[in-house]
């Protein structure tokens, strides 16, 4: 059982380092400007809002792909009409997705008729890092419930370890000391 906590804990700390990195480099794009931080140029203006949305979601990608296993999981309660967690997450950052996608679309229609209003509008409407932000953070949460029931678990393994191997039995005014398998009951215990 400590293999297997150890094995998806591994699992996790690694979908979790990959997420992080593509959704560090995602924020630096999506929000960097707010902070002050220099965009390249190619990133900027509404010429370019194609190409920012496209930057955009290939780096929410990678985040979707390893954090698949809820919507997998989530979808499927959901068409089994008995959701849970997973459905939430899948339905929240799906949609976040979904979205998305739609609407880069309809820049790309913007941007082929040299509509440049609907561009403008547009490009703020992607949530894009919403949809890599959702997955990383309940993997992170998942992380630490998977290392708390790890630590749990070796909690328990080492109580169970201070278990007394022998007792002490009154049998026929005499006190033995017999191995703990063998009190029965009806057996008298002797403390001290």
């Known amino acids: 059982r400590k293999s ?3 094995s998806e804990e591994k699992g996790i700390t690694k979908r979790i380092i990959v997420s992080a990195i593509f959704l560090i480099i995602l924020m630096y794009f999506t929000m960097g400007h707010m902070i002050g931080l220099p ?13 920012a949305a496209l930057v955009r979601f290939l780096l929410t990608l990678p985040v979707v792909f390893l954090n698949r296993a809820y919507y997998e999981r989530g979808l499927k309660a959901l068409w089994n009409r008995a959701p849970n967690m997973d459905s939430l997450i899948a339905v929240g950052s799906g949609a976040a997705l979904v979205y998305s996608i739609f609407v880069m ?51 328990i393994r080492q109580l169970m370890d201070l278990s007394p191997k022998k007792a002490l039995v009154l049998h026929d005014g005499l006190i033995e000391e017999i191995p703990i398998e063998n009190v029965r009951v009806g057996d008298t215990v002797v403390v001290r």
Do not use: C, Q
């Open 4 to 6: 297997e906590t150890d």
């Open 39 to 51: 965009l390249p140029h190619w990133y900027h203006g509404t010429e370019n809002a194609v190409v």
């Open 105 to 155: 679309f309809i820049m790309s229609y913007a941007a082929g008729h040299g509509n440049s209003a609907v561009l403008e509008k547009y490009s703020k409407d992607l949530y894009f890092e919403s949809a890599a932000m959702i997955l990383t953070l309940i993997t992170i949460g998942k992380y630490l419930e998977t290392r708390a029931k790890g630590k749990t678990g070796d909690a």
